[in-house]
């Protein structure tokens, strides 16, 4: 398996733009993340999903922030609309539900905006 | 809300010291924790897993232990190399929380030829 795919790898917007990133988990794994990390505040959760279905999104700051998984290999994160205080490093994993099982992160997007 | 607490923030070692990572946690109602190395542009690897019923585990030069009662852990690395060099995070998954992770800081550790 290739691993978790995140696109694009690097992205530098204007601020007030759209930004959508992508995520392909791990075939075979039922649960997906999304993370943001930055030197301020580190690695921060923002939602997960179960079976394409969002558990938990208490981590999303706040409405300009849009996360959907429409299918079990595809998922999007949207910042609509972008702002300089969202330059970070977004991270997606995914791993399966057995005991003991890590979770498998992607290389991340980098993203700046101006 | 469980926070995750790491020292030192950095560290600089030269090369075939045995070094210590501190890892502590405020809830000790935890599944598991796991120690993970992050590369500079790179996604983080998992290193070590321990549920919350084991007190170590290890993976060659790497031994990472868990008190759970007083919510420490340390990541022991035996004889390190400048390949070592990288930051470490750790993360605990608490009892009640699905599969969700709660980070720490991270160590940043550099290791001198």
């Known amino acids: 398996d290739a691993g978790v795919i995140q696109s694009p790898r690097h992205e530098v917007t204007e601020m007030g733009q759209e930004v959508t990133l992508r995520c392909k988990p791990i075939?075979?794994?039922?649960?997906l993340f999304w993370y943001r990390q930055t030197m301020m505040r580190g690695l921060e959760l923002l939602i997960y999903?179960?079976?394409?279905?969002?558990?938990?999104d208490s981590g999303m700051p706040e409405d300009r922030f849009s996360a959907k998984m429409p299918n079990a290999s595809f998922s999007t994160l949207k910042i609509q609309p972008s702002e300089p205080r969202d330059s970070a490093v977004y991270f997606c994993?995914?791993?399966?539900?057995?005991?003991?099982?890590?979770?498998?992160f992607g290389p991340g997007t980098r993203l700046l905006v101006l | 809300k469980q926070e995750v607490t790491q020292i030192p923030a950095a560290l600089s070692v030269p090369e075939g010291e045995n070094l210590v990572l501190n890892c502590s946690f405020t809830?000790?109602?935890?599944?598991?924790l796991q120690w993970f190395r992050q590369d500079p542009g790179k996604g983080l690897t998992s290193l070590l897993l321990?549920?919350?019923?084991?007190r170590e585990q290890t993976s060659g030069r790497l031994n990472a232990s868990l008190d759970k009662s007083s919510g420490r852990s340390t990541l022991y690395i035996a004889a390190s190399q400048p390949g070592d060099s990288a930051t470490y995070l750790c993360?605990?998954?608490?009892?009640?929380?699905?599969?969700?992770?709660?980070f720490g800081g991270g160590t940043r550790l550099m290791v001198k030829p």
């Open positions: 993360a605990v998954r608490p009892d009640n929380a699905g599969n969700m992770l709660t």
């Open positions: 994993a995914s791993s399966t539900n057995r005991v003991g099982e890590t979770q498998y």
């Open positions: 075939s075979g794994h039922d649960y």
């Open positions: 321990i549920q919350s019923s084991q």
């Open positions: 999903f179960n079976n394409n279905v969002p558990i938990d």
């Open positions: 809830d000790s109602a935890i599944y598991n």
